[in-house]
T-cell receptor, first 108, second 113 residues
């Protein structure tokens, strides 16, 4: 069973392109998180959403609670954005469920 | 302020050996989590703790034990390591509250031969 599904699994883009990563979930949630995992393995929290939209620099995250769907957008992509992006949801308890990640490569 | 620190970073064990992974956080976080990350799969929750002296099972708890004797430390134990426990283990912590993000350690790469 996969409570969280991400698409695409792999994504290659040219520098400067607009990128969208999608996340769908099947459980009731209290919050949705977007994480970034660097090639070295470290994981960083990018956004936490429970409704609407958030923006941080070139990153934008949106969530539609009714459709159980979230998107992460990267504008003007750069090679340093190359990483694995992970969608995670927290249920109404204290547990998190994670997608398998989207591996993004941005080519100069 | 070191954040979340995991010890060790790498370890190779033989089947049947035991070991303990240590997670330490200096942010006074109440909640702490242990995950494992395997190729082609998302992070999976092993055990978690909502406070000092309390622990609970996650999605894949079998073969692991945990303890939270001090608020800042969350220990993950493997009593008798098996090759299926070869994985990358991540610890995370967060404050109480629905709007609090998780802070992750850098991971421990564990190989069981």
């Amino acid at each position: 069973k996969n409570e969280v599904e991400q698409s695409p699994q792999n994504l290659t883009a040219q520098e400067g392109e607009f990128i969208t990563i999608n996340c769908s979930y099947s459980v009731g949630i209290s919050a949705l998180h977007w994480l970034q995992q660097h090639p070295g393995g470290g994981i960083v929290s990018l956004f936490m959403l429970s409704s609407g939209k958030k923006k941080h620099g070139r990153l934008i995250a949106t969530i539609n609670i009714q459709e159980k769907h979230s998107s992460l957008h990267i504008t003007a992509s750069h090679p340093r954005d190359s990483a694995v992006y992970i969608c995670a949801v927290r249920n109404t308890g204290n547990q998190f469920y994670f997608g398998t990640g989207t591996s993004l490569t941005v080519i100069p | 302020n070191a954040g979340v620190t995991q010890t060790p970073k790498f370890r190779v064990l033989k089947t049947g050996q035991s070991m303990t992974l240590l997670c330490a956080q200096d942010m006074n976080h109440e909640y702490m989590y242990w995950y494992r990350q395997d190729p082609g799969m998302g992070l999976r929750l092993i055990h978690y703790s909502v406070g000092e002296g309390t622990t609970a099972k996650g999605e894949v708890p079998d073969g692991y034990n945990v303890s939270r004797l001090k608020k800042q430390n969350f220990l993950l134990g493997l009593e008798s390591a098996a090759p299926s426990q070869t994985s990358v283990y991540f610890c995370a912590s967060r404050l109480v509250g629905s709007n609090q993000p998780q802070h992750f350690g850098d991971g421990t790469r564990l190989s069981i031969l």
